[in-house]
């Protein structure tokens, strides 16, 4: 890329957000709390890349929603909390917001209390604090088709559905290496209850923050021989991690990335080291699926496609940033059923999204059949039932080599309602009833 | 100790010195410009960074590596000079801690501007040196690390010789021993930090293409300097010796540490625990083992 086109990308997006200044009554607003530069530019430039490109298809293919225009504005965090709060205090004036989407587990946890009293939607999709998946105790926080227990439990029955079912895992040794962060120590006591059940020995090494140096922990999982490793990388961690498998000696196919580690940003500076390599996800990568196509047409060759590289459309973030832009904007659809075709506020949005069920027809009727499964939110389940599947990286390119996996939900409802109640009663929060989620206040 | 304990604590020893290594590299980027100038250069890892990203982009345009390399050493020439003449030259006779702040804001805009330039992508790096362990009774030894750690050698051995045997590197001990009597006998000041900084672009090259190769061509390359930080603290800021042994003890003594202690605090331990040794070693030794006492008249 050259420097003529990021200072044109710079020109167009500025302008964009000037534009979206001056919102008109039947617009929609996303602000994005995006990060286009720092240690984890790849992976934000190809989700709110994704993200964008299908708001972007709306307008133009559709006109908006039913007529409501949709917008966004940018403001640069580089991953980093504090910087996300001030974007977040920066844009929160902006009129028409839908939801909120940052990307970030730590950008997240501080918006959870800001969100709850300003009422707008906070998507953390795939990722965030596990019990915000209990609408009764979090309203507003949406951690949409996966949430970390989720993630946990669908690998898991992976591991045993190759051992030949759940029975089989008694005995089998697994490691979790995960990242030194509150994201890399979420899944913790999951992973613990999970071993205690099916009897599998669990061992859990963290590497410390950033992951470029990890000699220690892999000789560490040589010596004690296991027959899995999960990755619950982010950033360099993830191709480091693949590396020094390598390095000692410790096959890649034995190796399953979580969610955070299932991108080509992860395995291409592996080179041969990730060949056989298998992760987690939650939407297939790839830019076969008719809703990716139709944005290579209505919107790349339009010249409005937001990523600078178009060999990156249909990449495992861009694609993750197109699902998410489905499911904002379904729920914006299915809220305006009920309020209306115009404007909503956050609180209408959120009462959307406590009713975003998209079965895998609607799923296909949008384009997207196979990209993902389905989802099923409701006022007490943010999360949605998502569906993951796994790929496996063949050095250049992921391929699927699995059907579509349900991860053990009636197990793990328990578990975070515990939590969630928990929360409640430490904040002194009443539980919210299915009265308390039909209103919404505009 | 059994037999099979004892080969993975040495198994453990080699992997650390090794990686001890790579910490050399990216500190003797430190030790060049200190040496000669008094500059602690934070934006040793930015630069580390700019080179690399600078190098596989040029290869991703389809330019020969030979030909890569070149015209990344002269970009990284025109950075060294641009730097002397725009940041070090207005600043001269400042405070050496304005000139650690200048170098730390310095970081900021070679970064960003790596990522102007060339985009915030990731990149693979191969360098044609395979990563496949090969075994000696047990213990797995890295080929590509074993490969760095001789590169990192010939690195050394070539600017010993070129600081001893040349009338340059002999102008620039002169400059590192006395600024003022340099000036005196006619060296100017300005060419021999324009070189010095050349010189640490150099070395920046070369972490950077190694290191790269490790981690990929990524901006979290310019956090190896964190890595350097306390090699430099216990090596001493201005030997380059002093940079490899530093090295060498940081790397050995955080790997041991996260396998024998790690468990007992949790694990995660090697990052903050290299400051741990530095600090300790500060406390005995404040001018490192190697770094040259200073003293002043007051």
């Known amino acids: 890329m050259t420097l003529f086109s990021r200072i044109a990308g710079v020109a167009v997006a500025a302008t964009l957000t000037l534009g979206t200044a001056a919102v008109q009554a039947d617009e929609q607003h996303f602000p994005m709390q995006s990060y286009r530069v720092g240690p984890y530019a790849a992976g934000g430039t190809g989700f709110f890349g994704g993200f964008i490109d299908y708001l972007n298809l709306i307008n133009t293919r559709d006109g908006g929603v039913n007529g409501v225009k949709l917008t966004w504005s940018e403001g640069e965090t580089q991953y980093e909390v504090e910087k996300g709060v001030e974007v977040y205090e920066r844009l929160k004036g902006n009129p028409g917001i839908a939801a909120w989407n940052p990307l970030s587990v730590g950008i997240a946890y501080a918006m959870i209390d800001r969100i709850t009293q300003d009422k707008a939607p906070l998507i953390t999709i795939n990722h965030g604090r596990t019990d915000t998946t209990d609408g009764r105790v979090f309203p507003y926080v949406f951690p949409l088709l996966l949430n970390p227990y989720s993630e946990t439990s669908g690998i898991v029955n992976y591991v045993a559905a190759k051992e030949g079912g759940l029975d089989k895992l008694k005995g089998k040794k697994i490691v979790v290496l995960y990242h030194g962060s509150p994201y890399g120590k979420e899944t913790i006591p999951i992973y613990q209850l999970l071993a205690e059940k099916y009897g599998f020995t669990l061992s859990q090494i963290e590497v410390p923050h950033p992951g470029n140096e990890q000699q220690a922990q892999w000789l560490q999982i040589r010596r004690e021989r296991p027959d899995y490793v999960v990755l619950r990388g982010w950033g360099v961690m993830n191709p480091v991690a693949l590396k020094t498998a390598q390095k000692t000696g410790f096959p890649a196919s034995k190796i399953i990335g979580n969610v955070w580690s299932n991108s080509e940003e992860d395995v291409i500076p592996a080179a041969d080291a990730a060949v056989g390599y298998t992760a987690i996800t939650t939407q297939a990568s790839g830019a076969k699926y008719p809703v990716v196509q139709e944005i290579v047409k209505t919107v790349y060759d339009a010249g409005k496609g937001n990523l600078d590289d178009k060999k990156r459309i249909g990449s495992v973030y861009h694609n993750l940033g197109i699902v998410n832009g489905i499911l904002n904007v379904e729920a914006v659809r299915i809220a305006q059923k009920k309020f209306g075709n115009r404007t909503l506020t956050g609180d209408e949005v959120r009462w959307g999204f406590e009713h975003l069920q998209l079965d895998p027809a609607r799923v296909e009727a949008l384009g997207a059949k196979d990209l993902f499964h389905s989802i099923n939110v409701t006022w007490k389940n943010h999360e949605g039932d998502g569906y993951v599947t796994f790929q496996q990286w063949d050095g250049a390119k992921w391929n699927v080599v699995s059907d579509w996996i349900a991860p053990d939900w009636a197990l793990l409802r328990p578990i975070i309602e515990k939590s969630s109640e928990a929360y409640a009663a430490e904040k002194g929060l009443q539980l919210r009833t299915g009265e308390d989620a039909q209103a919404a206040s505009n | ?298």
């Open chain 2, 1 to 298: 100790m059994e037999v099979y304990d004892l080969l993975f604590f040495v198994e453990v020893l080699i992997g650390g010195l090794l990686s001890g290594v790579m910490y050399s590299l990216v500190a003797i980027g430190f030790v060049l410009i200190y040496k000669t100038s008094g500059v602690l250069n934070f934006a040793q890892g930015a630069m580390l960074l700019f080179a690399a990203l600078t190098f596989v982009s040029l290869v991703e345009r389809g330019l020969a590596v030979p030909l890569a390399i070149g015209l990344t050493l002269l970009i990284m020439v025109a950075l060294g000079f641009a730097i002397e003449r725009s940041v070090l030259r207005p600043l001269v006779n400042r405070s050496p801690m304005t000139l650690f702040m200048a170098t730390l804001g310095l970081s900021y805009i070679i970064e960003g501007a790596a990522q102007l330039v060339w985009g915030t992508q990731v990149h693979g790096l191969d360098l044609g040196i395979s990563d496949v362990p090969f075994e000696i009774a047990g213990i797995f030894i890295s080929t590509f690390d074993l490969a760095a750690a001789g590169i990192a050698a010939a690195m050394v051995a070539g600017l010993s010789a070129f600081f001893y045997w040349t009338r340059i590197g002999l102008a620039f001990r002169a400059v590192a021993d006395d600024q003022f009597a340099a000036l005196a006998v006619g060296l100017r000041l300005s060419r021999i930090w324009g070189s010095v900084w050349t010189a640490a672009g150099f070395v920046a090259l070369v972490a950077g293409l190694l290191w790269g190769a490790r981690l990929g061509v990524q901006f979290s390359l310019s956090l190896v300097v964190l890595k350097a930080l306390p090699v430099l603290v216990l090596g001493g800021f201005d030997s380059i010796l002093g940079a490899i042994v530093g090295g060498l003890i940081v790397g050995a003594g955080e790997k041991l540490a996260e396998v024998y202690l790690g468990p007992f605090v949790g694990g995660g331990i090697e990052g903050w625990f290299a400051y741990v040794l530095a600090l300790g070693f500060l406390l005995l030794r404040p001018a490192g083992l190697f770094g040259t006492k200073l003293v002043e008249r007051v």
